[in-house]
């Protein structure tokens, strides 16, 4: 199948309470798809979804028989330690557990792959700074640049661009234009609406339920976007069991 | 001069083979310990050193002060606690810390127990505290074997050991190695605490295992680096404490690790990586 | 006539009845040493409980409330005295007891101990005053007197046992002294862990030579046993003995460096146990001189 990823009625969620409601639908390989929606929409939890962190609570997931090294993902919480004692260079180098996993070496090709990517995201000169010297942009990039070693068909983005600076979002835009032009499958979870008319071809609306997904300048209509707003954010513990049939 | 600092080790086998000893356990504990400051579980070291005494006492009860039947009681305690700890911290909301402090607690005193039960009098923790004046060929060869079996895990899981810390959700998204590759760590831990333990007692031995490791943090930037510091550190510990002991009479454990500690302070104060130099000697900054 | 005897020998009976059925006296005895002379001098009279049994170590031993509950049951508490159970007086205070408490090393001519024991002060007295036999006949005559005082009644049976185990110590020190006698007097030295044979080599001139620091309670240095290394092979000491309270290990590295036949176990503060080789005071004695002359001798 051309889909990179098929969801089947899928219903993700904390608790028995669902934060993604039946979502149907697929994501064709090489698109480059924005999520949004208003907060608790169940964006980041479609994301940990798919990189398969959270089991349906209905429905599945179809990825294509992708495996997790085929799957580089960027979640928004991020649990790095900034005081632990490792240089840029090795930070970054661990991108490429794909092709070297826990034992593999690290030649001459895959330094030059290293300093490639530093020198993508704007870092070379970098390279020995400890990761807790750097500043939020430079560590932004640095994922970037891990993400570019990863080398995966399939990427997932949750707010890449939140507290950074408009001359590194311009920078970093670029290169997710380039892995479209790779044919990698992209999907990014945004709050900025104007980037996402720009930069982004194809969107999903999410306000729990699928208000709308397809091309952006048809989702992102100002009925839909009132419409996403209207949506419960709270979960409601007193809720009944949900009785819509998949169809 | 030589008389002072070499003479003793000339003069006396157990001199030799408490040096030999001691720096064969900084082989083997320093890295741990390092790995154990950068991961924060510091403290797991001392919970570990008290989970794995019920184990040995009941070697001691079945077979006397015996090498074997004391180390593999304490090796199986160690890893029963250990793998517990682990396996409910990753299947329920119990983190990690407090699920290893019900197992030790638990271990505690389960121990304890034992020890009341049997009826002896005997001071079954004196009785485990080893002693590095005491090396026969047996202990010697064991802490060697642990050391060199550490050296290679280490060198082996580099890669997951340090992501594991650094990043432990990207670790979780590539690869599925995160959770054994923490396991294998924490078994690291209890057989060098249960070679530390004949060398110096249970105590003492997460004293070499951490005093070493938090020095090391002042004087280097990189993992590789503060782990050959924080051997050197070790060694220099073993050295200094037996000569310390052997001039002055302090008994030979706490000697070495007094001297551990002194190399703390001095690191604390003197060490060129975020110390207290900042504040003791501010300097002038650069250009760039 | 037949009928008078037989008349007077169930009064008779009955007479005695009361004196048969009459309740043992409950003594409790603080370690096995005092216990087994307990037993010899009170024979069937007594009903004897021994707070720190055989092996056990009394200088380091945590009494429990079960042992609280022997105290307050007793009528007569015997204990060694010399400041050798450092946790009596709190046990007999906590207890309630209103047994008499007799110390059976009154009298005996105390010795100072080189060994710290735990205790702040190093001229603290040393406290196993029954390794010479002298000292033992002492403890005899306390414990009988003690017995005598707690039961008048039986002050006959006491004065009898205990004169028939005298004659036993006295044909044991002889043993002894002959056994000494015959190990060539250069060779009368040993190492051991634990400074508790000092009223043996009083008594009997053996050297036992014990290094600072060695015992069950404080920890060697190499100071320590580079010095007891140095002086075995000055003095040529011939063996190294362990005792049954300590660490073994350290006096193994010190035989191997030095060449020092490592001895059998010397028992010093407790008897063993039944199936050991020193069940009662007389058989720890002979034990130990047994085991001292064959290390020495060969």
Redesign the interface.
């Known amino acids: 199948m051309t889909a990179a990823l098929r969801f089947r009625n899928l219903t993700l969620g904390y608790d028995r309470h669902p934060a993604v409601h039946h979502l149907d639908g697929s994501v064709e390989t090489g698109a480059l798809v924005a999520v949004v929606g208003p907060n608790g929409a169940g964006k980041t939890t479609l994301l940990k979804g798919i990189v398969g962190v959270i089991p349906p609570l209905a429905g599945a997931i179809e990825r294509n028989r992708a495996l997790p090294q085929d799957v580089a993902y960027l979640p928004q919480v991020l649990e790095i330690d900034r005081s632990f004692p490792i240089t840029l260079y090795d930070f970054v180098a661990m991108g490429l557990w794909r092709s070297a996993g826990v034992f593999g070496g690290i030649g001459k090709q895959e330094r030059a792959r290293v300093e490639t990517a530093l020198a993508t995201v704007g870092l070379q000169g970098f390279e020995n700074r400890t990761i807790g010297t750097l500043s939020g942009g430079q560590m932004q990039r640095a994922l970037f640049a891990r993400l570019l070693l990863q080398d995966a068909p399939l990427i997932l983005l949750d707010e890449p661009f939140a507290s950074v600076d408009s001359q590194t979002v311009r920078d970093l835009l670029e290169i997710v234009h380039r892995w479209h032009g790779e044919k990698r499958t992209v999907i990014a979870v945004l709050h900025d609406l104007e980037v996402v008319r720009t930069q982004f071809p194809e969107s999903l609306l999410l306000a729990r339920e699928p208000v709308a997904w397809g091309p952006t300048a048809e989702v992102l209509s100002v009925e839909n976007l009132l419409r996403a707003r209207r949506m419960s954010e709270a979960f409601d513990d007193s809720a009944e069991v949900c009785e819509v049939d998949a169809a | 001069m030589y008389d002072f600092l070499i003479g003793p080790f000339v003069e006396f086998e157990f001199m030799r083979r408490a040096l030999v000893g001691m720096a064969a356990l900084s082989l083997g504990a320093a890295p741990v310990g390092v790995f154990l400051m950068l991961r924060r579980m510091s403290l797991t070291g001392d919970a570990m050193a008290h989970a794995i005494l019920p184990g040995a006492a009941i070697g001691f009860l079945i077979a006397g002060l015996d090498l074997i039947s004391m180390t593999v009681g304490g090796i199986v305690a160690g890893f029963a606690v250990a793998l517990g700890a682990g396996v409910v911290s990753r299947m329920t909301e119990l983190k990690e810390d407090a699920s290893l402090a019900a197992f030790y607690l638990i271990s505690l005193a389960l121990g304890v127990l034992i020890v009341s039960l049997r009826g002896s009098n005997v001071d079954l923790l004196h009785v485990l505290f080893g002693s590095v004046l005491a090396l026969d060929d047996a202990t010697l060869i064991l802490i060697a074997a642990f050391s060199t079996v550490t050296l290679f895990v280490h060198a082996l899981l580099w890669r997951p050991l340090v992501l594991e810390c650094v990043d432990p959700g990207f670790l979780r998204s590539v690869s599925r190695a995160g959770a054994p590759t923490h396991l294998v760590f924490l078994a690291l831990v209890v057989i060098n605490l249960v070679g530390g333990f004949h060398a110096l007692g249970t105590l003492l031995a997460v004293g070499i295992m951490m005093l070493p490791a938090a020095a090391a943090r002042f004087w280097a930037r990189d993992t590789t680096r503060m782990i050959v510091v924080a051997v050197l550190v070790a060694m220099f510990s073993g050295y200094a404490g037996l000569l310390l002991s052997y001039h002055s009479g302090l008994p030979s454990g706490p000697a070495i690790i007094l001297v551990a500690g002194l190399a703390y302070v001095v690191s604390l104060a003197l060490g060129p990586v975020g110390g207290l130099r900042r504040y003791l000697v501010p300097g002038r900054h650069l250009e760039a | 006539m037949l009928y008078r005897r037989t008349f007077l020998a169930a009064a008779l009976l009955l007479a005695a009845a009361p004196a048969m059925a009459q309740e043992k006296l409950s003594v409790v005895a603080t370690f096995s040493i005092l216990g087994d002379f307990v037993k010899n001098v009170g024979g069937e009279r007594v009903m004897l409980t021994t707070l720190?049994?055989p092996?056990?170590?009394?200088h380091?031993?945590?009494p429990s409330p079960a042992d609280a509950r022997k105290l307050f049951e007793a009528k007569l508490v015997i204990v060694n005295g010399l400041r050798y159970e450092g946790w009596i007086d709190r046990l007999v205070k906590a207890s309630g007891t209103k047994a008499a408490l007799a110390v059976a090393s009154k009298g005996v001519k105390a010795r100072e101990t080189k060994d710290a024991h735990g205790h702040a002060d190093a001229h603290a007295l040393d406290p196993h005053a029954w390794q010479s036999v002298a000292n033992a006949k002492t403890y005899v005559v306390n414990i009988r007197d003690a017995l005598t005082l707690a039961d008048p009644a039986g002050k006959d049976i006491y004065a009898k046992n205990a004169a028939d185990y005298l004659r036993k110590l006295d044909a044991l020190e002889a043993e002894i002294k002959a056994a000494v006698a015959a190990i060539p007097a250069a060779r009368r030295k040993i190492i051991t862990t634990h400074d508790a044979f000092g009223y043996f080599r009083l008594a009997y001139g053996i050297e036992f030579i014990t290094p600072q620091?060695v015992s069950?309670?404080?920890?060697?240095?190499?100071?320590?046993?580079?010095r007891i290394?140095r002086q075995i092979k000055a003095q040529k000491i011939p063996a190294v003995f362990l005792e049954n309270?300590s660490?073994?290990?350290?006096i193994?590295?010190?035989a191997?460096?030095t060449g020092a036949r490592i001895g059998g176990t010397l028992f010093s503060d407790a008897l063993s146990d039944d199936k050991g080789p020193a069940p009662t005071y007389i058989d720890m004695m002979r034990h130990n001189v047994k085991q001292l002359a064959a290390a020495l001798t060969s």
């Open positions: 720190v049994g092996n056990g170590d009394a380091v031993y945590a620091g069950t309670d404080a920890e060697a240095s190499a100071q320590d046993v580079a290394i309270v660490d073994p290990r350290l193994k590295r010190i191997d460096e």
